[in-house]
T-cell receptor
Framework: GAGVSQSPSNKVTEKGKDVELRCDPI?????LYWYRQSLGQGLEFLIY????????KSGLPSDRFSAERTGGSVSTLTIQRTQQEDSAVYLC????????????FGPGTRLTVT | QKEVEQDPGPLSVPEGAIVSLNCTYS??????FMWYRQYSRKGPELLMY????GNKEDGRFTAQVDKSSKYISLFIRDSQPSDSATYLC???????????FGKGTLLTVNP
């Protein structure tokens, strides 16, 4: 079956612009996660959805970051007024809800802020 | 102190070598221990997970957890060039908790 898909695969934007990153999880997976991966920093947890609600937003680095999930499926991560330090690979993962250790990752969106 | 520490390497070994990858963690509340593999420009994929102390084997891969030392290991036997990737350890407090990842160790297996 289809895996987790993310779009765009690459995004170059100017400092100060807003960007939207999209994630399509595996069908039937109720949990969805966003991570950020920077060089030398590993995978940084951003936010987690169970269905359409986000019980854990603790990882969002600032109020410029927001995410939503509609219909228990597609999720968008929005970064407003992008800064150069936002440049990273943004990874989305999904899991069958309670089995959160078995997360399936998408290929990521490589964001470059110039 | 970070919740999980992992030596980033890089680690370079000849084909056929036994590889040992390690992480330490700080909080005894963590109960689930995972190893993910990430090829260049791809998302991580789950290799193995363990719930308790002891060993778990899957083909050429063995995951080992020592809760008393808060130390987790991944051993790769008869390493192959196709094993060249970044290996990330991950820990969790429970089956419905978020994962905390190590920074990853870059492994290169030379033919």
């Amino acid at each position: 079956g289809a895996g987790v898909s993310q779009s765009p695969s690459n995004k170059v934007t100017e400092k100060g612009k807003d960007v939207e990153l999209r994630c399509d999880p595996i069908s039937g997976h109720t949990a969805l996660y966003w991570y950020r991966q920077s060089l030398g920093q590993g995978l940084e947890f951003l936010i987690y959805f169970q269905g359409n609600s986000a019980p854990d937003k603790s990882g969002l680095p600032s109020d410029r970051f927001s995410a939503e999930r509609t219909g228990g499926s597609v999720s968008t991560l929005t970064i407003q007024r992008t800064q150069q330090e936002d440049s990273a690979v943004y990874l989305c993962a999904s899991s069958r809800g309670l089995v959160s250790y078995e997360q399936y990752f998408g290929p990521g969106t490589r964001l470059t802020v110039t | 102190q970070k919740e999980v520490e992992q030596d980033p390497g890089p680690l370079s070994v000849p084909e056929g070598a036994i590889v040992s990858l390690n992480c330490t963690y700080s909080n005894s509340a963590f109960q689930y221990f995972m190893w993910y593999r990430q090829y260049s420009r791809k998302g991580p994929e789950l290799l193995m997970y363990t719930y308790s102390s002891g060993n778990k084997e899957d083909g050429r891969f063995t995951a080992q957890v020592d809760k008393s030392s808060k130390y987790i290991s991944l051993f790769i036997r008869d390493s192959q060039p196709s094993d060249s990737a970044t290996y990330l350890c991950a820990i969790s407090r429970g089956s419905n908790y978020k994962l905390t990842f190590g920074k990853g160790t870059l492994l290169t297996v030379n033919p």
